[in-house]
């Protein structure tokens, strides 16, 4: 090779470069005259020369995740008080400092050491195992309630100094928990404990040299592998930093297998709704909030990023009623904007565009799609979106998912109520049921049932419910622990009132007065004694978890095949229910029951049987029996509005002939109004002030 022939191009751009020969062989090395960005494709053109002429090799790389740019923050480091929690929302105690100051990197750790935080301000939790390290924060400033608390720090935070990765399973990758990328910590904490905990960091997020545009990764860890066990969300606190008053935009959302061990981090990188890798704009002075659904937290680092394209910010998550088939969808402007004009939707495998709305706002779009005059099958419904942006050669953004749509209202549903297990009348003696057969509203075994039924009634561990809870609620039912642990809690099994939260109430086809949900799962069980009537039933169980974590909506169905009014009995299992986190405990959402190959399935019931719930994880409010063999809902009225001009404008569901009359006496005479489609929109005549309308059922 030719001395001095050698140059390097990187994407078509020129790149410094130099040769060292070494006897026959010649390293050529190119350094970027800018940091490489994470997860970017580089094409690499090599030029020399020899005694036959010119030559080009190419080739191409990904670079990994972590760009040469990152911005690092510290789990421990949330927003600190300076006057013992009163006042809040403060931040980088040691400006100036190098090596401490939060918004300078390398950032090494311990700036904010010894200094407390203001409840509900600067973060949001109280953790039972509190680890009394590094902060201070202490809602009750000293007062050891009457000499027996312990545990005086709200949140619980270790050491973790130079630890070993984790598994990286989920195509995450395994790290050090104190390596940040381009530099070492010399002082870590993580954050364990977590459950719908919160932390707000202020910092001054630098010019990256790309706009302010980021990448997102959590370091997080979890003592098992299971879907979901590392959660997380990020979200930009848009006002009221400083107060218990804050308004957030979501930035993306965590999720992964664990690590396989506490401590043990894995690289998770944040998502957006379509499943992408988010990318984000921070620059200058924000306020970030960290909400932790599970696993123990770290850090997270903010990795530079080329300007994106527009992107799905938000997809529906809750399941929709039947009749109530509203979806909203938010999508986010990146480098380049959306066009609204372009957007298309399917649903259920159907074009929904022309039932479409999409509205421009000043960082997306909206869009908003409403099915309610359509009476929806119970069940996973694919969705499909798809838009362009308004570069000059336009880029197609698309995403996709499942909605669900839960069995409400479905007539004939048969209502299990989770705190109306079988009971005792003796403390000996198990497998009661129905206390109150014969009452109107108040028999188990008749819909509706309104609850109560079993109101201050014991039961007998091992043979009517299992499990023995650490924070037990005292309402409700009386079944006795023999040997509590905490004064003053002395039931086995956690109870808490729930009049106000989502489906906390409804039935679908009716609302309860009195409900209950149960707390605290882990190893429990609970045995229910009715008589069906005969049907096939899909099964749905009211059950939620704080933040939207996969898999923690998780239980399985039982029939318990030997008497119930013993111990030692047998099982066979009915089929599991699965679904991602609530979003909040008591905001219950309907999980329906599936086979082993994750489809929807149906048990028959006929008589007097009895069904088990098993409850590892998330709060548990009541069972839904939803025939498949259900008498049809006729058509029904949804909407009445009365528009500016005076017309009225309605809405409804089912097949049906719309029918109008100025008069319900003496004779009404009823007049097909033909071709009527919901909606339909009335405008008042002259010399007639009133119209009735109905709805005749079609088949």
Not at 149 to 157: A, C, G, L, M, W
Request: proline share 7%.
């Amino acid at each position: 090779m030719t001395d001095g022939s050698t140059s390097m191009k990187l994407n078509g751009a020129n790149m410094p470069s130099t040769a060292t020969r070494t006897g026959n062989e010649t390293k050529v090395v190119g350094t970027p005259a800018t940091p490489l960005l994470g997860n970017t494709v580089y094409t690499v053109d090599l030029t020399y020369s020899d005694n036959t002429g010119p030559h080009t090799v190419s080739w191409s790389f990904t670079a990994g995740p972590l760009s040469q740019t990152i911005f690092a923050i510290e789990a421990e480091d949330f927003d600190y008080s300076d006057d013992g929690g009163v006042t809040g929302g403060k931040h980088n105690p040691h400006k100036g400092e190098a090596g401490l100051d939060v918004d300078v990197m390398p950032y090494y750790g311990g700036a904010y050491d010894g200094l407390s935080a203001a409840f509900n301000i600067d973060y949001n939790g109280d953790d039972p195992g509190d680890g009394g390290n590094y902060r201070t924060e202490d809602r009750y400033f000293g007062d050891d309630n009457g000499g027996t608390r312990t545990e005086f720090n709200d949140v619980s935070i270790y050491a973790n100094n130079n630890v070993a990765g984790g598994t990286g399973l989920g195509g995450n990758l395994s790290i050090n928990s104190s390596d940040r990328g381009t530099y070492q910590t010399t002082v870590n904490y993580s954050l364990g404990w977590s459950g719908g905990d919160w932390y707000n960091y202020t910092r001054e997020f630098p010019d990256n040299g790309t706009g302010g545009w980021w990448e997102v990764y959590f370091g997080l860890s979890f003592g098992g592998e299971g879907a979901g066990q590392l959660s997380t969300s990020l979200a930009l606190v848009t006002s009221g930093v400083g107060t218990t008053t804050q308004t957030l935009d979501n930035l993306g959302t965590v999720n992964g297998p664990g690590s396989g061990n506490w401590t043990r981090n894995n690289l998770v990188p944040m998502r957006n709704a379509s499943g992408g890798i988010a990318v984000v704009k921070l620059q200058g002075l924000k306020t970030v909030r960290a909400s932790i659904s599970s696993g123990d937290y770290d850090f997270i680092i903010f990795s530079a990023a080329p300007p994106p394209p527009p992107s799905i910010d938000s997809a529906p998550l809750d399941s929709v009623k039947r009749n109530a088939g509203i979806f909203d969808w938010v999508l986010k402007d990146g480098g380049s904007q959306v066009n609204p004009a372009t957007v298309q939707v399917t649903i259920n495998n159907q074009d929904v565009t022309s039932k479409t709305t999409t509205t421009k706002t000043a960082t997306g779009a909206t869009v908003h799609v409403d099915l309610s005059s359509t009476l929806l099958n119970a069940g996973p419904m694919p969705w499909t979106l798809s838009f362009k942006d308004n570069a000059g050669t336009p880029q197609t953004v698309s995403g996709s998912g499942t909605l669900m749509v839960n069995p409400y209202p479905t007539p004939g549903t048969f209502v299990i109520e989770a705190e109306d297990f079988n009971y005792s009348e003796d403390n000996v003696t198990g497998g009661k049921t129905n206390p109150l057969a014969g009452t109107p509203d108040m028999d188990v075994n008749v819909m509706p049932y309104l609850g109560g039924a079993y109101n201050n009634l014991s039961a007998i561990p091992e043979v009517d419910f299992h499990g023995n809870d650490g924070q037990d609620g005292n309402v409700y039912r009386t079944e006795q622990d023999p040997a509590p642990t905490v004064e003053g809690e002395v039931n086995m099994v956690s109870f808490s009132i729930d009049t106000n939260g989502r489906y906390a109430t409804d039935r679908g086809i009716f609302n309860t007065t009195a409900n209950y949900r149960i707390g605290w799962a882990g190893d429990n069980w609970f045995n229910y004694t009715r008589t069906f009537p005969a049907n096939d039933y899909q099964v749905w169980a009211a059950l939620s978890y704080d933040g939207r974590g996969a898999g923690q909506l998780h239980g399985t169905l039982d029939m318990v095949t030997s008497d119930p009014t013993k111990t030692g009995q047998t099982t066979q299992q009915l089929g599991t229910f699965d679904a991602p986190c609530s979003a909040g405990w008591g905001r219950n959402e309907l999980v329906p029951l599936k086979d082993n190959a994750g489809a929807i399935t149906s048990v028959h019931l006929d008589g007097v049987k009895t069904v088990r719930y098993n409850m590892p994880t998330g709060d548990f409010d009541y069972l839904l029996f939803v025939p498949q063999n259900a008498t049809p809902i006729g058509p029904q009225f949804t909407k009445f509005q009365i528009n500016a001009n005076g017309s009225i404008t309605i809405e409804w569901t089912g097949t049906a002939t719309l029918e109008s009359t100025p008069a319900l006496t003496p004779n009404p005479t009823w007049t097909t109004i033909q071709g009527a489609t919901s909606p339909f929109t009335f405008t008042p005549q002259p010399g007639t002030p009133v119209l009735f309308a109905r709805l005749k059922q079609t088949p």
